[in-house]
């Protein structure tokens, strides 16, 4: 971002901290914060009435919250919660969309974030639909550690559920599994890689689809 646009926003940016579970939006609640990750690691939820969810996005210090808002949308349809703790920065929305109105390559930064998104959710609807349990957790796994640049997560087998879309038991036969073959290493909430490369190979190839949007936008360092 040029200098001069940075420092247009930069004087509004106020550091907060970004605890597990944070809800950084509500479905059908005004969008009142943007949030840019620093650390830590967002998720973007689909709910239905019965309170049943799925997640479709993850968010780390390649993107921020409230996309949404700055397309001029006051209220999200999905819930934005924090999975992984982190610090970040927030501003409020009016404010920073002022200067994405202004165009130039602020703007563009924010299309191709939503571009990114949208590539995500697309292939995350494929991928629960199409492929196995395994493949898909291995792919999840993958995702979070690249958002957060971590070979270590704080996950519980409830959480991978409601983000796999899958019953518990499953997800515990699958890592289960997973730990089996030295993928990875799996203790009472908390996954750690142990095998990067052979984990790529029993992902689905949503994983690289996904992946390569990203570098071929943002490089490979995100």
Known sequence: MPEEQFRAIARFLVPVDLPLGMQLATPAAPIEYVYFPVSGLISVDALTSGGESVEVGVIGREGMSGVYGMLGHTQGAHSVVMQGPGA???IRMNLVRDEFLKGGPFAQLIYSFTYMQMVQMSQSVLCNRLHPVESRMARWLLTACDRTQSDLLQLTQEFLAQMLGSRRSTVTVSAGNLQREGLIDYTRGRVRVVDRERLEAKACE????VRAT?????????
């Open 206 to 209: 949503c994983y690289q689809i």
């Open 88 to 90: 970040g920065l927030r």
């Open 214 to 222: 990203y570098e071929n936008l943002i490089g490979h360092d995100y």
